[in-house]
């Protein structure tokens, strides 16, 4: 049974840095796509930014080159690190997995952990 557990989520100023990291168990973690999803209210849930097993990211519009997505297999975790973070960035972030060809709506998904930018 898979398995994702997200942390790192809190309360951040704006323009400032957090780091999010999502921790899998109960399948092989290297041959899934993993990604980062976010659900901001009044919003439907979006992509943010997705990482491939073989390590070729993607990122949604409104978050390159601020965010980078990252993936350590041998730790099952992958991370999103977050700079520059602006008040629309505020939303609960959700841990994404799923296997190529499948859609991710078809995969895991954790329980999400909330990103609050505000001053």
């Known amino acids: 049974q898979v398995q994702l557990v997200e942390s790192g989520g809190g309360l951040v100023q704006p323009g400032g840095p957090l780091r999010l990291s999502c921790t899998a168990s109960g399948y092989i973690f290297s041959n899934y796509v993993m990604g980062w999803y976010r659900h901001a209210p009044g919003q439907q849930r979006g992509l943010v930014a997705r990482?491939?097993?073989?390590?070729?990211?993607y990122y949604g519009d409104s978050v390159k080159g601020r965010f980078t997505i990252s993936r350590d297999n041998a730790k099952n975790t992958e991370y999103l690190h977050m700079n520059t973070l602006r008040h629309e960035d505020t939303a609960v972030y959700y841990c994404?997995?799923?296997?190529?060809?499948?859609?991710?709506?078809?995969?895991?998904w954790g329980q999400g952990t909330q990103v609050t930018v505000s001053s």
């Open positions: 994404n997995a799923h296997t190529v060809g499948t859609p991710p709506s078809f995969g895991s």
């Open positions: 990482i491939g097993s073989s390590g070729a990211t």
